[in-house]
């Protein structure tokens, strides 16, 4: 139990409690004697039960609603001071009668204005704690009215505008104005947008267009404690789910801490009388009260909920739960400031208690403090300050760390006084860097033009110099840098997500210095940054199964359009943490190219799922019949590179002379050719979140000159009576990828038989020889570090793998480590072909982000590239290196070397 909060006590010593120091309840007691009984009768739940029937008898819904109102705050207040109900217990009741009373109270302006018209075209969004069900004892309600012109009733001449102003007047009087009953909430109408000028209620598509477009930081967070209320609820759910890319925002936004903590400081400010600890304290916007409370679980929400749905959490105790679960924040930080919170709430409601006054500071008299404090039950006022007072410092502390700011320390702006700032840091490149601070600060690059682009950038340009000044390749890092802000459409949120979280400037140098592969993704996409604030962003990928999960998660109203960006834009973040994963030499190179491949297959299955559904809408299906995608190369091995492309044939099952069932019909063939060509386009047409795979499907029977798409009793009777030897090697690592499970087995199972068949040795081998000697003549290797081409190198290697399992019919595994080590287990091949692969894999996918032209990487990079490749420096790497490749030529010798009388034959 949280230290403070009211012990479990009888209704009778709460009732004698309120009568001595809360002279509104003294007064609700007078006036509702039968009520009194029931608590002082020990009998909460009938008393509960009561509440609902006190506004029996009433002339109109008001006065029922007013009675009720009272005979509810009398209950929960009692029931609240006995210990016998919660803080959740009290907010939520409270909460849900403010929805009903509304709901209510619009129904009867209807029947009165509209008598016949149904209950639809108005509704009401709650925000603030209405919204997160939170209400205070003595709250007022922040509802934003919205109604639909096409559909809200209107009378005679009325404009839906009109109507709607007089609805919005009405509720609001109707709930807010004062009489002998009381009042049932005050309404704080101040939330809507520009509220001096603009109407009681919006239209529903100008609000959106204004959230879309023109709100302010302060209404973005507004809005994590907004839902639909009352009224009409497909109204009010269509407003929330169309905003929602306005609240929850999958760029991070870093902003939200400066933003957040300039409100917070202007609170303190304003509010300064308060800001002290003491008599006087204000509760709500001390520092270390709720405000600052529910203000760091929002920051938080802001910058991790547009990715992580679970933290769109209104309540304020229930989102530092799941950010805790989430990793986001501290756990004990969390329980201290979760159960600060709800002392805080219970405090705040013994103030409220007295007179119904909606205060939130504690008493500066001695004598009102001490009533405060004996009504919760405590001594005196000083009982009451003791228990407050460490719960308010450590929040305040808490607080206080996530939002001061550094010391800023900004680079002059004054030329000779910048030229020796930057000649103190020994830059080899001091000139060339000093050139460069001066462009960016012209005016003229893009990214900076904004002010508060230019803000962002100061902050961080110190923090920024000495990144590059200490990176490992200042050079190359200060040359990529340049090109990365000249790309950026906006530099805003890039700078302020360094400035946030400084430990990323020493990655960002890492990756401009060595990996230019990475640098220009991040140039296109400088939000890829986002995703390395992720606690989890340096694992490995999850299952195929689980991605396929997290790339298929949309949001409301999403389309087709917007879900194929959804799922590039996650597709482009897990490779782009892979190949971080492998700058930062957290996981082996090997582990990571099957990470990039389980990627490849998630994406795969969710982009075609899509591109099937969109397609059906038009055409329908084919009865019968299914779509099968063979993953061939790397991916059918399932090791990718970053730069690896998706070898891929499409398949059909069922009968091709069947058309498809849809309103724009298609024979099979068409369909499936049409439905294949859309998939390449969603998994290769590059868009505003940045190009995804190249696919390559020329090694479908009849390369080019086929169609994309073919029966499976085509490819089977081609492969079988057609298919060239190079075509049976390919099919050696072909995978299926999608499609029916039973489908994808029979497939399997057929390529294995295929590739079982009888061979004659000698026209195998002089087959496999013809294929890498139109390689050699066609395809030279890039460079000297060219792993794949090089003679000795992986697609030598390959070949003579695919060569002993074509003519033996033995280890047809797709996956090419284990095709190696069944084969050595065989007797065919000796342990140190397996250790030439890893090596020279390793090494592949290294070059392939550090040194993509394949020539020798500049002398900072090399021990990084070393290291990925497992060896322990450059020269052993090297020395691997060529010792792997002379093992790949000693057994291609031994395997696939022409006899005397062939090579006569070539020469002649």
């Given at each position: 139990?949280?230290?403070?909060?009211?012990?479990?006590?009888t209704l009778?010593?709460?009732l004698?409690?309120?009568?001595?120091?809360?002279p509104?309840?003294?007064?609700?007691?007078?006036v509702?004697?039968?009520?009194?009984?029931?608590?002082a009768?020990?009998?909460?739940?009938?008393?509960?039960?009561?509440?609902g029937?006190?506004?029996e008898?009433?002339?109109n819904?008001r006065?029922?609603l007013?009675r009720?109102?009272?005979?509810?705050a009398?209950?929960?207040?009692i029931?609240?001071l006995?210990?016998?109900?919660?803080l959740t217990?009290v907010?939520?009741?409270?909460?849900?009668?403010?929805d009903?009373?509304l709901?209510?109270?619009?129904?009867d302006?209807?029947?009165?204005?509209y008598?016949?018209?149904?209950?639809?075209g108005?509704?009401i969004i709650g925000?603030?704690?209405?919204?997160?069900r939170?209400?205070?004892?003595?709250?007022d309600i922040?509802?934003?009215?919205i109604?639909d012109p096409?559909?809200?009733?209107?009378?005679?001449?009325?404009?839906p505008?009109?109507a709607a102003?007089?609805?919005?007047?009405?509720?609001?009087?109707?709930?807010?104005?004062?009489?002998?009953?009381?009042?049932?909430?005050?309404?704080?109408?101040?939330?809507r947008?520009?509220?001096e000028?603009?109407?009681?209620?919006?239209?529903?598509?100008a609000?959106i267009?204004?959230?879309?477009?023109?709100a302010l930081?302060w209404?973005?967070?507004?809005?994590?404690?907004?839902?639909?209320?009352?009224?009409d609820p497909?109204?009010?759910?269509?407003?929330l789910?169309?905003?929602?890319p306005?609240i929850w925002?999958r760029?991070?936004?870093?902003g939200a801490?400066?933003?957040?903590?300039s409100?917070t400081?202007?609170?303190r400010?304003?509010?300064?009388?308060?800001q002290k600890?003491?008599p006087?304290?204000?509760?709500k916007?001390g520092r270390g009260?709720?405000?600052?409370?529910?203000?760091?679980?929002?920051?938080?929400q802001l910058i991790?909920?547009?990715r992580?749905?679970d933290?769109?959490?209104p309540?304020?105790r229930?989102?530092?739960a799941?950010?805790?679960?989430?990793g986001?924040?501290?756990?004990d930080?969390?329980?201290?400031?979760?159960?600060?919170?709800e002392?805080?709430r219970?405090?705040?409601?013994?103030l409220?208690?007295?007179?119904d006054q909606?205060?939130?500071s504690?008493?500066?008299?001695?004598?009102?403090?001490d009533r405060?404090?004996?009504?919760?039950?405590l001594?005196a006022?000083?009982a009451?300050?003791d228990?407050?007072?460490?719960?308010?410092?450590?929040v305040?502390?808490?607080?206080d760390d996530?939002?001061?700011p550094e010391?800023?320390g900004?680079?002059?702006?004054?030329e000779?006084?910048?030229?020796?700032?930057i000649?103190?840091?020994?830059?080899?490149?001091?000139?060339?860097f000093?050139?460069a601070?001066k462009r960016w600060?012209?005016?003229?690059?893009?990214?900076?033009?904004?002010?508060?682009a230019?803000?962002?950038?100061?902050a961080?340009l110190?923090d920024?110099?000495?990144a590059?000044?200490t990176?490992?390749?200042?050079?190359?890092?200060l040359?990529?840098?340049?090109?990365?802000i000249?790309?950026l459409?906006?530099?805003?949120n890039?700078f302020?997500i360094?400035?946030?979280r400084?430990a990323?400037?020493?990655?960002?140098?890492?990756?401009?210095?060595?990996?230019?592969?990475l640098a220009?993704?991040?140039?296109?996409?400088?939000?890829?940054?986002d995703g390395?604030?992720?606690?989890?962003?340096?694992?490995?990928p999850p299952?195929v199964?689980?991605?396929?999960?997290?790339f298929?998660r949309?949001e409301p109203?999403?389309?087709?359009?917007?879900?194929?960006?959804r799922v590039?834009?996650?597709?482009?973040?897990?490779?782009?943490?892979l190949?971080?994963?492998?700058?930062e030499g957290?996981?082996?190179?090997?582990?990571?190219?099957?990470?990039y491949?389980?990627?490849?297959e998630?994406?795969?299955?969710?982009?075609?799922?899509?591109?099937?559904?969109?397609f059906?809408e038009t055409?329908?299906k084919?009865?019968g019949g299914?779509?099968?995608?063979?993953?061939?190369?790397?991916?059918?091995?399932e090791?990718?590179t970053?730069?690896?492309?998706?070898?891929?044939?499409?398949?059909?099952?069922?009968?091709?002379?069947?058309?498809?069932d849809g309103?724009?019909s298609?024979?099979?063939t068409?369909?499936?050719?049409r439905?294949?060509?859309r998939?390449?386009?969603?998994l290769?047409?590059p868009?505003a979140?940045?190009?995804?795979?190249?696919?390559?499907t020329?090694?479908?029977?009849?390369g080019?000159?086929?169609?994309?798409?073919?029966?499976?009793e085509?490819?089977?009777k081609?492969q079988r009576?057609?298919?060239w030897?190079?075509?049976?090697?390919?099919?050696t690592r072909a995978?299926?990828v999608?499609?029916d499970?039973?489908?994808?087995a029979?497939?399997?199972?057929?390529?294995?038989?295929i590739l079982?068949k009888?061979r004659e040795?000698e026209?195998?081998?002089k087959?496999?020889r013809?294929?890498?000697?139109?390689?050699?003549?066609h395809?030279p290797?890039?460079?000297?570090?060219?792993?794949?081409?090089?003679e000795?190198?992986?697609?030598?290697?390959e070949?003579?793998?695919h060569?002993?399992?074509?003519k033996?019919?033995?280890?047809?595994h797709?996956?090419l480590?284990?095709?190696?080590?069944a084969?050595?287990a065989a007797?065919?091949?000796g342990e140190?072909m397996?250790t030439?692969?890893?090596?020279?894999?390793r090494?592949?996918v290294?070059?392939r982000?550090?040194?993509?032209?394949c020539d020798?990487?500049?002398e900072?990079?090399?021990?990084?590239?070393?290291k990925?490749?497992?060896?322990?420096s450059?020269?052993a790497?090297?020395?691997?290196?060529d010792?792997?490749?002379q093992?790949?030529?000693?057994?291609?010798?031994r395997?696939?070397?022409?006899?005397p009388?062939?090579?006569?034959?070539?020469i002649?």
């Open positions: 139990m949280i230290i403070g909060l009211p012990e479990r006590t009778q010593d709460a004698q409690r309120a009568r001595d120091n809360a509104y309840l003294a007064l609700a007691m007078q509702l004697p039968e009520l009194t009984d029931l608590l009768a020990e009998n909460l739940e009938a008393a509960l039960e009561y509440v029937g006190a506004g008898g009433a002339d819904v006065q029922k007013r009720e109102k009272r005979a509810l009398l209950t929960l207040a029931g609240d006995a210990g016998q109900l919660s217990d907010i939520t009741r409270l909460s849900d009668f403010a009903r009373a709901d209510e109270a619009l129904a302006i209807y029947a009165t204005r008598p016949d018209a149904p209950l639809e108005f509704a925000l603030g704690k209405h919204g997160s939170e209400l205070n004892y003595s709250s922040d509802p934003i009215f109604y096409e559909k809200i009733p209107v009378r005679g001449r009325e404009e505008s009109d102003r007089r609805i919005g007047q009405q509720l609001v009087e109707a709930l807010n104005s004062r009489d002998a009953d009381g009042y049932v909430f005050r309404v704080d109408m101040r939330l947008p520009s509220p000028v603009s109407p009681v209620a919006l239209p529903v598509e609000a267009s204004y959230y879309e477009s023109s930081a209404e973005q967070a507004a809005f994590i404690r907004s839902r639909s209320a009352a009224g497909i109204l009010g759910r269509y407003f789910e169309t905003i929602n306005f925002r760029s991070l936004d870093y801490i400066r933003n957040i903590g409100v400081a202007q609170i400010d304003h509010y300064a009388a308060g600890f003491g006087g304290f204000d509760l916007r009260g709720i405000r600052e409370t529910e203000f760091y679980a929002q920051m938080h991790f909920g547009g992580q749905p933290l769109r959490v309540a304020t229930d989102a530092l799941a950010l805790v679960k989430a986001r924040i501290d756990g930080k969390a329980q201290v400031l979760s159960e600060s919170y002392l805080y219970v405090i705040e409601h013994r409220q208690m007295v007179n909606q205060t939130h504690l008493p500066d008299a001695v004598a009102d403090l405060v404090a004996r009504l919760h039950g001594d006022g000083q009451l300050l228990l407050l007072a460490p719960h308010v410092e450590a305040g502390r808490i607080y996530l939002i001061e010391d800023s900004r680079l002059p702006a004054d000779e006084k910048l030229a020796a700032v000649a103190g840091k020994n830059l080899l490149e001091a000139d060339s000093l050139q601070i600060r012209s005016g003229k690059v893009t990214a900076l033009r904004s002010a508060a230019q803000e962002s950038f100061e961080i110190p920024l110099v000495d590059i000044a990176a490992p390749n200042s050079t190359k890092a040359a990529r840098l340049d090109s990365l000249d790309k459409p906006t530099a805003i890039f302020r360094l400035e946030a400084p990323l400037l020493d990655l960002l140098g890492k990756i401009l210095s060595h990996a230019p592969v220009d993704a991040l140039a296109r996409r400088a939000e890829l940054f390395l604030i992720d606690a989890t962003a340096l694992d490995l299952s199964e689980e991605l396929t999960k997290q298929a949309t109203g999403d389309d087709y359009q917007i879900l194929l960006d590039r834009a996650r597709v482009g973040e897990k490779r782009f943490a190949g971080v994963q492998l700058i957290h996981h082996d190179a090997l582990d990571i190219s099957a990470g491949a389980r990627v490849a998630a994406a795969i299955q969710v982009l075609t799922d899509a591109t099937i559904k969109e059906e055409h329908g084919i009865p299914g779509l099968l995608i063979l993953a061939l190369g790397r991916l059918g091995g090791a990718l970053h730069a690896s492309d998706l070898d891929l044939i499409f398949l059909f099952t069922g009968d091709h002379s069947a058309e498809s309103k724009r298609l024979g099979a068409q369909y499936y050719n439905l294949t060509a998939i390449v386009t969603a290769s047409v868009t979140a940045g190009p995804l795979y190249e696919v390559d020329r090694l479908r029977p009849s080019t000159q086929g169609p994309l798409a073919v029966t499976l085509s490819f089977y081609y009576e057609s298919a030897t190079w075509e049976h090697m390919a099919l995978r299926p999608y499609g499970r039973a489908d994808r029979e497939l399997q199972q057929a390529i294995r038989g079982c009888d040795p026209e195998l081998r087959a496999v013809k294929m890498r000697l139109d390689i050699v003549e395809k290797p890039k460079g000297p570090l060219d792993t794949k081409l090089m000795g190198g992986l697609v030598d290697w070949f003579i793998i060569f002993l399992q074509l033996t019919g033995e280890a047809l797709p996956q480590g284990q095709a190696v080590r084969l050595v007797g065919h091949l140190d397996v030439a692969h890893e090596l020279m894999t090494l592949l290294a070059l982000l550090m040194s993509p032209d020798y990487p500049p900072t990079s090399r021990a990084l590239i070393a990925a490749a497992g060896q322990e450059w020269d790497l090297l020395d691997g290196y010792k792997a490749r093992c790949v030529i000693d057994v291609w010798n395997h696939l070397r022409p006899d009388d062939e090579i006569l034959g070539d002649i």
